[in-house]
């Protein structure tokens, strides 16, 4: 569970201040897909970005699962990242690398050492997320909704208990949109 408890953020400018986020509450449970919509530069991104610390909150608490974040040690915070899966709106992929190879590396950097069993979990999130037959293809030759796939099976393959996503789908088509959307909901069933 996410908890959210009168949470502000306020930016300090060269001559004014900039209030990002103010006074926000809301709980969000486990299985919950929730969406957090408003005006451009209202503050979305600051306040899920707080909710792994990548942004850190002025006045208020942030609480998963009942640990208050901005309590913990840097080592407990970056534990608890290992269980957050966040997608950004730029995909974050190596260009250099195959869908297959971002994907293999997100599961190194999670720390599967042996390389069997990287490339079969590699397989099995090649066909949940959709891409089978595209294993080999390189960024440059996707359309923007395959690299959000493949930005998603990178995250998957850390194992999160949540997944944020900033803006996933705002560079993509109405056609991605839905396919993204639809992939994130048959994900949250199957979990």
Known sequence: MIEIKEVSKIYDLKNRKV????NVSL???????FGIIGYSGAGKSTLV?????????DK????????????LSPKQLR?????????????????????SENIELALQIAGIKDKHKRQQRVK?????????????AYPSELSGGQKQRVAIAGILAMS?????LDEATSMLDPKGKKEINNLVHQLNKDK
């Open 19 to 22: 209030v990002a986020v103010d």
């Open 27 to 33: 709980s969000i449970n486990n299985g919950d897909i």
């Open 49 to 57: 970005r707080m909710i792994n610390q990548l942004e850190t909150q």
């Open 60 to 71: 208020g608490k942030i609480l998963i699962n009942g640990h208050e974040l901005n309590k």
């Open 79 to 99: 534990q608890l990242r290992t269980k957050i899966g966040m997608i950004f709106q730029h995909f974050n992929l190596l260009w250099s690398r195959t869908v």
């Open 124 to 136: 099995e999130l090649v066909d949940l997320v959709g891409l089978t037959g595209r294993e080999n």
């Open 160 to 164: 999160p208990s949540i997944i944020i």
